[in-house]
């Protein structure tokens, strides 16, 4: 076998390991392989659905939440006491939305609007309870989400359902068409109420930082550190936020190869090769 001849036939095998081949009937259909993009938030989903530690990270977020609504509700307060919270992985878990498209090798938006239509979300642990505490307690409750306006029904009745407060249309702001970020939503709140405190699972539930890039994110981070615990109550999601936006340089548009890239080329790592730590992507505080 010649050289050329050789090197061709190799390549083709490559190509055929790069390739499903389904056959139909007798007519057989080549679909260029899928990347594992989607596949990758496997842990994330698993971590999330299956581990305690999420679940006592929710609980402690809610406990310092009613503790610090206490001491709020010991002082007097001039204006309507309101508290903001993001919907999605702060009150709602929709990690059975995420779970199916990690199972399926699919990714955001595929799916979405089938699943918050459904209005199958169960709440979060913790929420239920501290929600309806700050209800009883005449809190003004604002739900403040960046699901589409024509979401507004299904959301509604998916908090309703499960027995969440104040699930109404003046209580549930989301993203109108001049909407950027929750600032304006945000700032319409706290024009008339003294919102005590804010929930969220990304920085931009709190406040919008100067720059959405992984070092601005933590500078952010730093510049609030002690806000959290008191007014911001951070909750966890590892499936995705502007923290994965943020590997991407916020360009959800490219590929998914240069995504699975971009993943990796963050990672600081401990080389065995020459005993140190390589490629520090994180300013340390
Ligand atoms: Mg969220």
Known sequence: ??????MTMEAGAATLMMLSVFSFGGATTVTAAKSDIGNQNTMAVAWYQTSAECKALYLQGYNVARQNLDQSLAQPSAQPRAIILDIDETVLDNSPYQAYNALHDEQFPNHWNAWVNAA????VPGAKDFLNYANQNGVQIYYVSDRAANQLKATKKNLADQGLPQATDDHIMLKGKNDKTKESRR???????????FFGDSLTDFNDPQSASVKGRYNDVMKNANQFGSKYIILPCPMYGGWEGALYGNDYSI??????????????YFNPKNNKVENKTVTEP
Do not use: F, G, W
């Open 187 to 197: 700032q319409a709140i706290e024009q008339n109420n003294n919102v005590i405190m």
């Open 1 to 6: 076998m010649n050289k050329l001849k050789k």
């Open 255 to 268: 590929s998914d190869a240069k995504k699975s890239q971009a993943r990796k080329s963050h990672l600081t």
């Open 120 to 123: 199958e979300a169960k709440p």
